[in-house]
């Protein structure tokens, strides 16, 4: 059998990651974040299609092509988190499992980094791990994936 599909769906800026202030995000690039998303999800037993994209509106129609398609969605909004109505709505759309990961702490940083409307449509959220947050992501998503197998 195929292993499920989760979508790694990555919001603005994300592609400047080890470049963009490394101080708060870290040195990892993009394509060793991918790389370690890779590796982690063939230990968990699962496939990846990572992405990430400065639109608003590709991350909607890529959200709402998970349906029918993905087992299960992580995402990374990024600076679409506070904002992003549009996103939110394709995400309950779509009714997928969904893991929220943000790499800083955003409660620890500008008061309006701290709403989510992502987390309104959130399984679960990860923040100020780093991109290890990823792969935590990863880890919890086989768990529930496992977990829905047995019910
Ligand atoms: C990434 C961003 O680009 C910011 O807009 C968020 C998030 C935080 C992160 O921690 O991954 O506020």
Same mark, same amino acid.
């Given at each position: ?8 769906? &990555?919001?603005?800026?994300? &592609? ?37 994209? &400065? ?20 995402? @990374? ?5 506070? @904002? ?11 009714? #997928? ?7 800083? &702490? ?5 008061? +309006?980094?701290?709403?989510? +409307? ?10 100020? #791990? ?7 992501? #990863? ?13």
């Amino acid at each position: 059998m195929a292993p499920p599909l989760i979508a790694v769906l &990555n919001g603005p800026n994300i &592609n400047m990651l080890g470049m963009r202030e490394p101080e708060k995000y870290g040195s990892t690039t993009i394509d060793e974040l991918e790389q370690l998303c890779a590796d982690a999800a063939e230990d968990l037993g699962l496939a990846i299609d990572f992405r990430q994209t &400065n639109s608003e509106g590709e991350l909607v129609t890529w959200v709402q092509e998970c349906r029918g398609r993905c087992a299960g969605i992580i995402m @990374n909004p990024a600076g679409y988190t506070t @904002n992003s109505i549009a996103t939110m709505d394709a995400l309950l759309a779509v009714n #997928l499992p969904t893991i929220e990961v943000h790499i800083t &702490n955003i409660h620890r940083r500008e008061e +309006f980094r701290h709403h989510s +409307f992502i987390s309104k449509a959130a399984t679960g959220v990860i923040a100020g #791990l780093g991109v290890q947050g990823y792969v935590l992501a #990863l880890r919890a998503m086989a768990g529930m994936l496992d977990t829905e197998q047995d019910a």
